[in-house]
T-cell receptor, first 113, second 114 residues
Framework: GEDVEQSLFLSVREGDSSVINCTYT??????LYWYKQEPGAGLQLLTY?????DMKQDQRLTVLLNKKDKHLSLRIADTQTGDSAIYFC?????????????FGKGTRLSVIA | NAGVMQNPRHLVRRRGQEARLRCSPM?????VYWYRQLPEEGLKFMVY????????ESGMPKERFSAEFPKEGPSILRIQQVVRGDSAAYFC????????????FGAGSRLTVL
């Protein structure tokens, strides 16, 4: 079955690094995603990683994938107050066709100035 | 490119009324997905459509809910005889055929049932 788990809250000080963790259960996941949701808004794609990769870096964002442990993390370097939002981990479990993504409940990141 | 457009952004209905939520996908996108977000919950998949076809409706409640994506016009999520438990944010996303299946989301429609 498909299940994506995330811790619900994270609080960091401005300028520190944030690490948001996610675990998933379906070993056939092909792509894993991080989305950001600001208050009252829809979800915005931050980045995604293919399951045959271990790491992906994009400016302040670093995604690490441990496929053996089914663990995904998102690191935000030099966290800013504008990074305060809910971060959702999601997986796509099939390799063909545009199948729906399965989302976790989201991690609410609070950045303290 | 206006992105994924949803309307209305806010909708208030009394119990027993009907709610219709509309979604226009991004230009060039042929796949539409509807998700529901309850307060303090993640997104739950409801239905996946292509033009004139329902591909996967495994997340749709068996009664009162229906969705369509006609050849012309937006996708519609219809909720008949709404109940208080239907109060939620309903998000539409669209994508085009690709291996990575990147979903682009709309801003959501927030339904409140009195």
């Amino acid at each position: 079955g498909e299940d994506v788990e995330q811790s619900l809250f994270l609080s960091v000080r401005e300028g520190d690094s944030s690490v948001i963790n996610c675990t998933y259960t379906d070993s056939s996941s092909t792509y894993l995603y991080w989305y950001k949701q600001e208050p009252g808004a829809g979800l915005q794609l931050l980045t995604y990683i293919f399951s045959n990769m271990d790491m992906k870096q994009d400016q302040r964002l670093t995604v690490l994938l441990n496929k053996k442990d089914k663990h995904l993390s998102l690191r935000i370097a030099d966290t800013q107050t504008g990074d305060s939002a809910i971060y959702f981990c999601a997986e796509s479990i099939k390799n063909s066709g545009n199948t729906p993504l399965v989302f976790g409940k989201g991690t609410r990141l609070s950045v303290i100035a | 490119n206006a992105g994924v457009m949803q309307n209305p952004r806010h909708l208030v209905r009394r119990r027993g009324q009907e709610a219709r939520l509309r979604c226009s996908p991004m230009k060039g996108h042929s796949h539409v997905y509807w998700y529901r977000q309850l307060p303090e919950e993640g997104l739950k998949f409801m239905v996946y459509l292509q033009k004139e076809n329902i591909i996967d409706e495994s997340g749709m409640p068996k009664e009162r809910f229906s969705a369509e994506f006609p050849k012309e016009g937006p996708s519609i999520l219809r909720i008949q005889q709404v109940v208080r438990g239907d109060s939620a944010a309903y998000f539409c996303a669209s994508s085009w055929p690709s291996g990575a299946n990147v979903l682009t989301f709309g801003a959501g429609s927030r339904l409140t049932v009195l």
